[in-house]
């Protein structure tokens, strides 16, 4: 597509419920990337996936966070019973290769809140 | 561990006149570094790239410094405009190369 999918755009949900956030890349980016954004924070570094490698899971806050990706395409970011402190924005990247060097293309997020 | 600060959360200049924003980093010597710019309620957008054997880069308006030495990359926007106003990230990879670690931002406003 033309530029990077998230969905839904906004997900609210009960405190202890499971959720799972989409996110649609560029075509033929092959290096993937999920960061959280709190309010009025800086984007903390969750999970990269690049081409068939294994991922870079270093930022998952929690086991309660998990991604997959298949080959270079979509990916879901779930994060299972959910907390007052996951209500964040939560925003996916896509560069065309793994060193990121013509920068990366992000989407405009999904607003989680938890309730 | 890498740290990035960005010298103040908000900047407000006058339309017209030149915005330097601030992006100091410790604890290891990155090989490049990036800048994004993000409006409220959408992603960051990428604006440039400088590599640490650069000195100066330059887009249109704007115009990036490395200092390797001072651990320290400086951004420019000459000629400010109104729709200048935004957040502005500046962002090294990480040490492991796999992803950039992004500074909180410095909010810049210019008013007309």
């Known amino acids: 597509g033309a530029g990077v999918s998230q969905s839904p755009s906004n997900k609210v949900t009960e405190k202890g419920k499971d959720v799972e956030l989409r996110c649609d890349p560029i075509?033929?980016?092959?290096?993937l990337y999920w960061y959280r954004q709190r309010l009025g924070q800086g984007l903390e570094f969750l999970i990269y996936?690049?081409?068939?490698?294994?991922?870079?899971k270093s930022g998952l806050p929690s086991d309660r966070f998990s991604a997959e990706r298949t080959g270079e395409s979509v990916s879901t970011l779930t994060i299972q019973r959910t907390q007052q402190e996951d209500s964040a924005v939560y925003l996916c990247?896509?560069?065309?290769?793994?060193?990121?060097?013509?920068?990366?293309?992000f989407g405009s997020g999904t607003r989680l809140t938890v309730v | 561990s890498q740290k990035i600060e960005q010298n103040s959360e908000a900047l407000n200049i006058q339309e017209g006149k030149t915005a330097t924003l601030t992006c100091n980093y410790t604890?290891?010597?990155?090989?490049?570094l990036q800048w994004y710019r993000q409006d409220p309620g959408r992603g960051p957008v990428f604006l440039l790239l400088i590599r640490e054997n650069e000195k100066e880069k330059r887009k249109e308006r704007l115009k990036v410094t490395f200092d390797t030495t001072l651990k320290q990359s400086l951004f420019h926007i000459t000629a400010s405009q109104p729709a200048d106003s935004a957040t502005y990230l500046c962002?090294?990879?990480?040490?492991?190369?796999?992803?950039?670690?992004f500074g909180k931002g410095t909010t810049l406003s210019v008013s007309s």
């Open positions: 990247a896509s560069s065309l290769d793994g060193q990121g060097l013509d920068g990366y293309t």
């Open positions: 075509s033929g980016h092959t290096a």
């Open positions: 604890n290891y010597s990155p090989a490049y």
């Open positions: 962002a090294p990879p990480n040490q492991a190369g796999t992803a950039l670690i």
């Open positions: 996936f690049q081409g068939n490698s294994a991922p870079d």
